[in-house]
């Protein structure tokens, strides 16, 4: 009656066998654990540089943002310099128009009345025109 005997050698073996596929899965396992811990690490470290270029990014939107505010105060303002040059271009070329239509004219007629008044040719030589009678 050896039968109980082999029985109890049989569970023994098998009971050895599962104890060591339970100790290679209970390592794979852990290494599996290891693998995994790394990889939320390396997240994590990955999680933490998005955040960093996030908010760099939205530092360079900023920056953009303000630039493009200060591009259109500089506009504005070159366009009320261009406005002022214009209107005094406008004055220089009116005054011009009128020293054109008046200026000889008024030679003439104080030229004519320097014959007369010798103030007033003194005030022309001044300027340096010099009337002769003819």
Known sequence: MKIPYYISVAVSALFVILSTIALV??????SL???????????????GREEEQRQALQMLDKKE???????????????????AAQAQQEQIEAGNQISE???P??????????V?????KALLAKHGYNVQVK
């Open 116 to 120: 007369k008044n010798e103030k007033m």
């Open 65 to 83: 943002e303000d630039q493009q505010q200060a591009l259109h105060v500089q506009r504005k303002e070159i366009q009320k310099h261009q406005q």
């Open 105 to 114: 004219n008024l030679l003439r007629d104080m030229a004519a009345a320097s």
């Open 101 to 103: 239509k008046i200026g």
């Open 25 to 30: 899965i209970a390592l794979s396992n852990q």
């Open 33 to 47: 654990q290891i693998d995994v811990q790394k990889q939320q690490r390396e997240l994590q470290t990955l999680d």
